[in-house]
């Protein structure tokens, strides 16, 4: 199948677009009080960890080549985490709004401090994410306006191995396809990661010409919604045959647009 040639993502803003702000991704509740937490915790992990790997290179060569895969799982993380915490102002709770938005905005910051090779200046401000001050202004923003280009690694990293500095939600997704082990909580949050990933996908584009342009999106809007069917089948805590259903749905739409675009 044809692939079209690899190239920077582009913020779709960047091109004169006028892209409105990045809103929920679709008719999916964002993730719960506990959902949020865990997936918060989650990236402040795998940020801590690649700023240590970095920190404990060996010699100058090996933090070269370490530090460019941390940084791409840096970078993954506050990406997303600035995303699915965006999604959780809502208007409806003023004291979660402002939570939200707070880690929003220290998720940006680490975007920006791993993007300048702030390796341990990422992994401080991570870890102060349990407390940090509430923001005073609670609204959704677009999360990518002052991060100039994306490339697909920094969407897509997060999905990568834990060994890689991201949260092996790809694995999982693909293991669960061939049979689901994944208990409802767990597949909740990788239901609310590819969510992430697939708003942030609407205002990038990966075509050289309209008629990939169009694909892109197709591709997009399927894999969002095998994904909240998957959200969907994991809030009703289903049977095993549901939950590997709905997750192969999501891989055959993720393969699919591999097959074109990776």
């Given at each position: 199948m044809r692939r079209t040639p690899a190239r920077p993502l582009l913020v779709a803003a960047a091109l004169g677009l006028g892209l409105a702000l990045l809103t929920s991704a679709g008719a999916a509740d964002p993730p719960t009080d506990a959902e949020f937490r865990a997936m918060v915790d989650q990236d402040a992990r795998i940020i801590q960890k690649a700023a240590d790997a970095v920190d404990q290179a060996a010699n100058p060569k090996e933090r070269k080549v370490v530090a460019r895969n941390a940084g791409s799982g840096i970078k993954s993380s506050a990406l997303l985490m600035a995303t699915y915490a965006n999604d959780r102002i809502t208007g409806t709770n003023k004291a979660a709004d402002a939570q939200?938005?707070?880690i929003r905005?220290?998720?940006i910051?680490?975007?920006?401090?791993?993007a300048d090779g702030n390796f341990k200046g990422a992994a401080a401000a991570a870890k102060d994410l349990t407390t940090v001050k509430p923001a005073a202004d609670a609204k959704k923003i677009d999360?990518?306006?002052d991060l100039g280009e994306l490339t697909q690694k920094e969407v897509m990293h997060n999905f990568l191995k834990t060994s890689q500095f991201g949260t092996n939600a790809e694995a999982d997704i693909i293991a669960n396809a061939k049979?689901?082990?994944?208990k409802p909580a767990d597949t909740a949050l990788i239901a609310h990661r590819v969510l992430a990933?697939?708003?942030l996908n609407k205002g990038i584009v990966k075509a050289d010409n309209a008629a990939d342009k169009k694909k892109w999106e197709e591709y997009n809007t399927k894999m969002i919604k095998a994904t909240e069917a998957l959200l969907?089948?994991?809030?009703?805590?289903?049977?095993a045959a549901d939950l590997a259903k709905a997750y192969t749905a999501v891989n055959a739409?993720?393969?699919a647009c591999h097959d074109d675009f990776k």
């Open positions: 939200a938005a707070a905005d220290e998720a910051k680490i975007y920006k401090l791993a999360v990518t306006k049979k689901a082990a994944a990933m697939g708003e969907a089948a994991s809030q009703k805590k289903g049977s739409s993720c393969t």
